[in-house]
């Protein structure tokens, strides 16, 4: 079961969602396709939307399921080589995944991440957006393009972004920002 399928099996209770660190501070690397290490996370799944759905009610899922696991063989190699800090590849692969299913967040995360690390902060920024037109409560894309404004001193969007992150329950910024004393 991939990450984006937990949080579908988990909507609509108010339980915490397991998800990496990684994917609520951006800092660490890529999530592989169902196998990202597990941490608690203060994120219920009430609040996660997702429009892939609504995109895909009426679709056949014989029809869906060969994009998507197509889309997850490149993904899966495009995590490979980011393993191998080879980011150029990896961003190779993740597009191609994205270009089979253009709603696959994970691979959007993934190649956010491999841009931030060769430095293609505008590219990282694009992806992390695109994140959240499909899944606008996914907290880690708000999280991550706050730091990357951030390092390109747009301090405005950045704000916007970690007040956002704080409002889907990312204690870090909550916390951050009341220290600060600005409301979210």
Same mark, same amino acid.
Request: net charge negative; aromatic share 14%; hydrophobic share 35%.
């Given at each position: ?53 609504? &995109?895909? %009610?009426?679709?056949?899922?014989? /029809? ?20 191998? %800090? ?5 961003? %190779? ?21 491999? /841009? &931030? ?29 706050? &730091? ?22 990312? &204690? ?13």
């Amino acid at each position: 079961m991939g990450f984006f399928d937990r949080f579908k099996k988990n909507r609509g209770t108010d339980q915490p969602v397991n998800i990496p660190r990684d994917l609520v501070t951006g800092d660490a690397g890529p999530i592989e396709a169902g196998r990202a290490e597990e941490r608690d996370s203060s994120i219920p799944v009430a609040v996660f939307e997702d429009s892939r759905e609504k &995109k895909d %009610q009426g679709r056949s899922t014989s /029809y869906m399921q060969p994009r998507r696991e197509e889309a997850e063989s490149y993904f899966r190699r495009g995590n490979a080589y980011f393993k191998l %800090q080879n980011y150029e590849r990896s961003i %190779q692969d993740y597009s191609r995944a994205i270009d089979v299913f253009p709603e696959y967040i994970e691979a959007y995360y993934n190649r956010a991440i491999a /841009y &931030k690390f060769i430095d293609n902060y505008l590219k990282a920024i694009e992806d992390y957006s695109q994140i959240v037109e499909i899944a606008p409560n996914f907290v880690a894309a708000y999280a991550g393009r706050a &730091k990357l404004y951030t390092a390109l001193s747009d301090h405005v969007s950045a704000l916007e972004d970690m007040k956002m992150a704080a409002r889907l329950g990312l &204690k870090e910024y909550q916390d951050l920002l009341k220290a600060k004393g600005i409301e979210w």
